[in-house]
């Protein structure tokens, strides 16, 4: 373990985030870990981590730090004007970095998050499982909580690359976003509003965060034979609440159980499209089944893995 | 007589990776004692893809990875090991005691759900300690429990204005509903009391101190034995 980071300035909500915590649902522990997961993980295969090792995730704004040690660094996700030492440095791309160096990350130019990772990973304690960040649960990441100036992160034992690996393009975050959804759990509950929310354009609102993704746009109404209320169950990511005003709120990383009905829920390879809106992007859903989600999800396991291979290359 | 368990499980989609099987409906004791029982049972069974079940009152979500199990296949399991749940060997849910420290600083509205109610102070602490608390399920927060069996002589309305702070262990009473706060946090239940146990660490090999049907009974204890508990749940 080596300390590597000295916090500057954090930027508007960064935490160190990993693949999640996935087996304490039972517990009212949700998953946590990168809303992008996409991003996270190239991330780590630029540095020459494994997927699953801990990243700092930013909002909006990014962090300003010191580096206290020699590593390989990467930056994806949203665009946030990455300088080291005053000079610009590409996203998508490993960077070499000195004990010395400042690396800035300004204002989120396109998309919502940026990942930052480290040769090595973050390395701070386990908490069940996982390095993520529950800042509601006070667990996880650095002690439980949003970084702060003077933090000083470790990063773990990690190899020095032969050579520098950059992704051969630039994921560009959209403004206008399509997102693939599966009617249901609760598809019953809005026969009449169905095609509706499937047709409609809604807008991402500033009230999101990483619980949830809250959208403005038509007024999706249950049907009026439809039960009043549910009984409070188990929730998963990319469900699509619909409280009573509506207003559809995508369900990210930090809820397990919930007592509003679900219209639809995004597929697990979309999750990360919803988590780079910004406030006044619009989102319009597009209606799979079952079945094709399954195809997709196959189809972009192996995307994955193929980006895995050609960036260790 | 009436139930509202389900002859068999149904089934609902919740995206690529999970469904939902419901039991029953609604806040039964039955139904969730089924609930419990098919999730130790699914566990168990530790069958390739599933990677997490939570229950909940009347439902339980599995989570699965669809590159080893399709939604078909899990749904034919579930109803196949739903056949053999009567035989399977199941443990009793368990009975969990809580030591609460009630009214004073703890519990700073235990006056206030007194009169209410038209009660005394003691016996709202009788009546909050003489209930056994069902566990429907574990949610919202770290180790919050959604409980069942409050007495209606307790019943209070919340907080107008929520506390900015409540602390760990505080026992409150919200509507028809009681429970725990397992961390710190803002919170608009009347306060009564407060364990010093810590019913969430996620530093011990089990987090928490229970698990979804398992049954709670409040206990009052004294300051001396309050302080003595605190010394021994300090991490």
Redesign the interface.
Known sequence: MTDAIHIISPGSYTTVQDMGR????????PVSGSLDDYAHRIANWLVGNSSDCAVLEMSMIGAQFDVLCDADMAVTGARMNLRVNGRPCPEWTSIRVRPGDVVELGMAENGCRAYLAIGGGIDVSL??GSRST?V?????GLKGRLLLPEDILPRGEGRLLNKQRSLPWVPLYPENIFIRA?????DDFFRNNMDMFFSSFFTVTAQSNRMGCRLVGPEILRDPDAPQSI?????????VQVPADGQPIVLLKE???GGYT?IA????SDIFRMAQARPGDTVQFIHVT?DE??R???DW?RFLDDIKVLLND | MTTNLYERAQF???????L?AAYG???DQAVNDKVRRM?TLITNQKLPGI???????????V?YN??KI??SELRDVLWSLEKKLNKADIPESRTIDIPVRYGDEFGPDIDFVAQHNGISVDEVIQIHTCSAYHIF????????C?LGGLSSRLHAPRLETPRVRVAAGSVGIAGAQTGVY???SPGGWRLIGRTPLRL?A??RPQ??LY??GDTIRFRSVSSDEFNHISKLEIP
């Open positions: 996935c087996h304490a649902y039972h517990m009212g522990v908490v069940m529950y509601g649960g006070q667990l996880g599966i009617p249901g759990p609760h009984v409070s169950e188990p929730i998963m990511p990319g469900n809820q397990t159980i679900n829920t995004v597929i697990s079952l989600a399954h997709i999800y196959r396991i | 609902r989609i919740s995206g690529d990776r999970s939902l409906t609604g806040v999730a990677d997490a079940v939570v229950p909940s009152y009347c439902n339980l979500s989570h669809p590159l399709g939604f399920a574990i949610g919202f927060a770290p180790g919050f959604y397992p961390l710190a969430f996620p530093e987090p928490i698990q979804a």
